[in-house]
């Protein structure tokens, strides 16, 4: 078992502050995937265990899987990876001008694929959701989730109807910015390191 939380460490991925998440939540911590994955090799290594889980479910006939689609920009690279170790086809979701994900550039899903959502990080699993909503609209059909880090609150609920594989399930503290006690103790204003806007 790869032990992703140090190679996340040694990347200086695991960041400590006051965050603004895409969510609108504050957080006491971050994690910017970007540094992981500027490393092919620790990237390959962090996202092999996902791989060989479900390359198991697949050879079971457990799980049928025609494609990988990552949500731009967190989802880009994670997908590729996947979709090398397990020899799919990987390409992914962006945002038109409006801020909907959608599929550009000649990327197609047919009717009827299976498609598994990869992400760098899930909080709140929004951008898994509408990717989700895009490749249902076009007839396809989400098989699973993965992601390096699920970062949801122990608390929260499952977020998907189906199955989220993780690297590491790192649990945040997570407030809304009227009851962050980070605000209230008048720290540094949040920043937001990501790439999405908040809506």
């Known amino acids: 078992m790869t032990d992703v939380v ?3 460490t040694e990347c200086r991925a695991m960041l400590t502050g006051h965050f603004l998440l895409s969510s609108g ?3 006491s911590h971050y994690f910017q995937c970007a540094r992981l994955l500027q490393y092919p090799d620790k990237a390959a290594l962090v996202i092999a265990d996902i791989a060989e889980a479900i390359a198991a479910m697949r050879k079971t006939g457990k799980l049928s899987v025609d494609a990988v689609i990552g949500p731009a ?3 880009i690279v994670v997908a590729y990876e996947l979709g090398r170790q397990l ?8 945002r038109d001008d409006a801020g909907v994900m959608t599929l550009r550039r000649g990327f197609e899903i047919k009717k009827g694929d299976k498609v598994i959502i ?4 899930v909080t709140t699993g929004k951008s898994t959701l509408e990717t989700a909503e895009q490749i249902k609209a076009m007839g396809g059909e ?4 993965i992601c390096i880090v699920d970062r949801r609150p122990a608390s929260a609920p499952e977020p998907f109807p189906w199955p989220l594989f993780s690297a590491a399930r790192l649990p945040a503290v997570l407030w809304d910015a009227e ?8 720290r540094l204003p949040a920043v937001k390191p990501g790439s999405r806007k908040v809506f």
């Open 179 to 186: 009851n962050c006690p980070l605000c209230a103790e008048g």
């Open 73 to 75: 920009m967190g989802g």
């Open 118 to 121: 990869a992400e760098d990080v």
């Open 25 to 27: 939540k504050h957080s």
């Open 87 to 94: 020899g799919l086809p990987a390409f992914f979701t962006e």
């Open 6 to 8: 140090s190679i996340l």
């Open 142 to 145: 989400v098989v699973a989730s």
